[in-house]
């Protein structure tokens, strides 16, 4: 199988600790896809997020500073596991968060991408930015994914900088 890893820097308003706590809170992970979020916070356990959509492992983890997770969606071959790091690190203003996610199959790539940015990073700057942000942002995910199914497109273009 053929695969590609994806690599993606973003910073937020908000400490290192705040970060983490999202990714690794299940009511607060839950509340930027709407779905439910059942996360552990220990090395070795299992984890689901969007409903049931998203399974995997926590492989590392270091509060505030680092998250790696064996990682799979519905749809992908059986018994293949990405692996998604979450490098947290101080920056001015916030944190930056360095993430890459190796091992993604080619033909998810497109939209595995997509789904971070559309489904993790920006809410979660939204989140970070106003007290209604998760929510705004989670309007807006649904509106543009029903205008794309409207239009029979279901993909959208990449631009050679992302």
Known sequence: MVTKTIRQ??????????????????????????????MSKKVGAKFTASGSHIRGVNLALKRGK????AWRATG???????????????????????FTQIGVPSERYDGQYRGWV?????????????????ETSRKRVRADK????????LQRRQSKRA
């Open 9 to 38: 820097t973003v910073t937020f308003h908000a400490k290192p600790s705040q970060v983490y706590d999202l990714l690794m809170d299940s009511g607060k992970h839950g509340s930027l896809s709407g779905q439910s979020a059942h």
């Open 66 to 69: 680092k998250i790696v997770q």
């Open 76 to 98: 992908w071959p059986q018994d293949h596991y990405s692996v998604a790091t979450f490098d947290l690190a101080k920056s001015h203003g916030g944190t930056r968060l360095r």
């Open 118 to 134: 559309e489904t993790y990073w920006t809410p979660m700057k939204e989140a970070f930015d106003s007290d209604d942000g998760v």
């Open 146 to 153: 029903t205008q794309r199914m409207r239009r029979r497109r």
